[in-house]
């Protein structure tokens, strides 16, 4: 085995560990609040745990991916729902409810595209288009700063723009995606030091300097 | 021989009654939606899809005049009309089952389902100007079409709506004329029969229910 393989390897072992502690820390995020911005990023974690775990194993030897007609492959069907899922959450977040199943059925015609023809062309309009309106997402997780939708965005906006995962460059990137995703949605690492709500800051620093201010006059 | 020259005259007047009749009715209909919409100064979204769904029958009733029975009328221009895939007949039947479907989500106030019907035959529309693909048209034709009329006739006696109860009567007559394909006195007869239906439902005389379902936003 390449080093280069090796170091692929380690790369997707690594990813498959963080995926699985966001996946747990965020189902005992979603068992306090009971919010269903939880669910989403469970769901779309499972997706892109299951893309890693794919990619593994292709690394490995052990090819667990299929094509379906013309080119369509299991590790298609799984990117296509990984920017079909913020598609559907930023209508979640605008409460479109009309347009719920635009993404859905978009997402179903451009499947049959692959299918049936292995029109990629069509596939990487698509994923750019998604690109365009996650950055839309990327600036609502800014303004409003909630690290984990601004870090889904992110890892979407990345993903889109580099679909190809066989190249060490792109490898490399997807991993620090996921570091990111990582960061924001569990550590909360991007909400302690980027996303710092300064008035809360401020509220907390006044209490603390009134409460000294009190002992020493004490 | 005594059989055809009456299929022959049956057919045209059907025809020429189709492209007068129904573009007159749906005119009605469209008149009472703005009428309305001046007196209370809100849209009836109900009465909107209805029109619409009419307005697609008279485009097909006007063209369908026009490339059979007109003087204007080859046999290419018939077979281009027909043809199934997206040919103007099927492009205009899907476009009004798809607007049957929406009718019956709007009664039932099913939000996010409002609008699925036109994305998924507007993703069909264009699926096939990018690949020539229409395999799925007929099929989801007769599958709206049956879906439709088993939905408006429950939604309409659920609720008690005339406007749901008038559309599943005209997609039941409308419908039965697709299906019965090789009995054309039948077909002639059920012709007439919705012809004079929708100018007996423009004029506002099908009532069978007292109360209007009106969703207005």
């Given at each position: 085995?390449?080093?280069?393989?090796?170091?692929?390897?380690?790369?997707?072992?690594?990813?498959?560990?963080?995926?699985?502690?966001?996946?747990?820390?965020?189902?005992?995020?979603?068992?306090?609040?009971?919010?269903?911005?939880?669910?989403?990023?469970?769901?779309?974690?499972?997706?892109?745990?299951?893309?890693?775990?794919?990619?593994?194993?292709?690394?490995?030897?052990?090819?667990?991916?299929?094509?379906?007609?013309?080119?369509?492959?299991?590790?298609?069907?799984?990117?296509?729902?990984?920017?079909?899922?913020?598609?559907?959450?930023?209508?979640?977040?605008?409460?479109?409810?009309?347009?719920?199943?635009?993404?859905?059925?978009?997402?179903?015609?451009?499947?049959?595209?692959?299918?049936?023809?292995?029109?990629?062309?069509?596939?990487?309009?698509?994923?750019?288009?998604?690109?365009?309106?996650?950055?839309?997402?990327?600036?609502?997780?800014?303004?409003?700063?909630?690290?984990?939708?601004?870090?889904?965005?992110?890892?979407?906006?990345?993903?889109?723009?580099?679909?190809?995962?066989?190249?060490?460059?792109?490898?490399?990137?997807?991993?620090?995606?996921?570091?990111?995703?990582?960061?924001?949605?569990?550590?909360?690492?991007?909400?302690?030091?980027?996303?710092?709500?300064?008035?809360?800051?401020?509220?907390?620093?006044?209490?603390?300097?009134?409460?000294?201010?009190?002992?020493?006059?004490? | 021989?005594?059989?055809?020259?009456?299929?022959?005259?049956?057919?045209?007047?059907?025809?020429?009654?189709?492209?007068?009749?129904?573009?007159?009715?749906?005119?009605?209909?469209?008149?009472?939606?703005?009428?309305?919409?001046?007196?209370?100064g809100r849209w009836n979204y109900i009465r909107i899809i209805i029109f619409?769904?009419?307005?697609?029958?008279?485009?097909?009733?006007?063209?369908?005049?026009?490339?059979?029975?007109?003087?204007?009328?080859?046999?290419?221009?018939?077979?281009?009309?027909?043809?199934?895939?997206?040919?103007?007949?099927?492009?205009?039947?899907?476009?009004?089952?798809?607007?049957?479907?929406?009718?019956?989500?709007?009664?039932?106030?099913?939000?996010?389902?409002?609008?699925?019907?036109?994305?998924?035959?507007?993703?069909?529309?264009?699926?096939?100007?990018?690949?020539?693909?229409?395999?799925?048209?007929?099929?989801?034709?007769?599958?709206?079409?049956?879906?439709?009329?088993?939905?408006?006739?429950?939604?309409?006696?659920?609720?008690?709506?005339?406007?749901?109860?008038?559309?599943?009567?005209?997609?039941?007559?409308?419908?039965?004329?697709?299906?019965?394909?090789?009995?054309?006195?039948?077909?002639?007869?059920?012709?007439?029969?919705?012809?004079?239906?929708?100018?007996?439902?423009?004029?506002?005389?099908?009532?069978?229910?007292?109360?209007?379902?009106?969703?207005?936003?």
């Open positions: 085995m390449s080093e280069q393989i090796e170091f692929f390897i380690a790369i997707q072992i690594i990813s498959i560990f963080l995926l699985i502690l966001i996946e747990r820390s965020v189902l005992k995020k979603w068992k306090k609040n009971r919010n269903n911005l939880e669910i989403f990023v469970f769901f779309f974690t499972i997706v892109i745990l299951m893309g890693t775990i794919i990619r593994l194993f292709n690394l490995i030897g052990l090819s667990i991916d299929f094509t379906i007609g013309g080119g369509l492959t299991l590790y298609f069907i799984l990117v296509l729902i990984t920017i079909t899922f913020p598609l559907d959450f930023i209508l979640y977040l605008k409460q479109l409810k009309r347009f719920y199943l635009l993404p859905m059925i978009s997402s179903l015609y451009i499947g049959l595209a692959i299918y049936l023809y292995n029109l990629i062309s069509i596939f990487i309009l698509y994923a750019i288009i998604c690109v365009i309106i996650n950055l839309d997402l990327a600036y609502k997780g800014w303004k409003n700063r909630n690290g984990m939708v601004f870090m889904i965005s992110i890892y979407v906006i990345i993903n889109g723009l580099f679909p190809n995962k066989g190249s060490l460059f792109v490898s490399i990137i997807t991993f620090f995606s996921i570091i990111l995703l990582y960061c924001g949605s569990t550590s909360g690492f991007i909400d302690k030091y980027f996303f710092v709500d300064k008035e809360e800051k401020q509220r907390l620093q006044n209490i603390w300097i009134s409460k000294i201010l009190i002992e020493e006059k004490a | 021989m005594e059989e055809e020259v009456l299929l022959d005259i049956l057919k045209f007047y059907s025809e020429v009654f189709s492209a007068v009749f129904i573009p007159l009715a749906t005119f009605i209909l469209g008149w009472k939606l703005f009428k309305e919409r001046k007196s209370t619409n769904t009419f307005l697609c029958f008279a485009f097909l009733s006007i063209i369908e005049y026009f490339v059979t029975v007109s003087p204007i009328a080859t046999p290419s221009l018939k077979d281009a009309f027909y043809q199934e895939n997206f040919g103007g007949y099927y492009f205009f039947i899907g476009l009004m089952v798809s607007l049957g479907l929406i009718l019956i989500f709007y009664i039932n106030k099913w939000e996010v389902l409002y609008f699925a019907p036109l994305y998924f035959f507007g993703g069909m529309c264009v699926f096939y100007l990018f690949t020539g693909f229409y395999e799925w048209l007929d099929m989801y034709i007769k599958l709206v079409g049956i879906i439709n009329i088993v939905f408006l006739y429950f939604t309409a006696f659920r609720v008690k709506d005339n406007g749901a109860l008038g559309v599943a009567v005209f997609f039941s007559l409308a419908f039965s004329v697709i299906i019965i394909e090789e009995m054309p006195f039948v077909i002639r007869i059920i012709m007439f029969s919705y012809i004079g239906f929708i100018i007996f439902f423009s004029l506002g005389y099908f009532k069978p229910f007292n109360q209007e379902v009106m969703k207005n936003e």
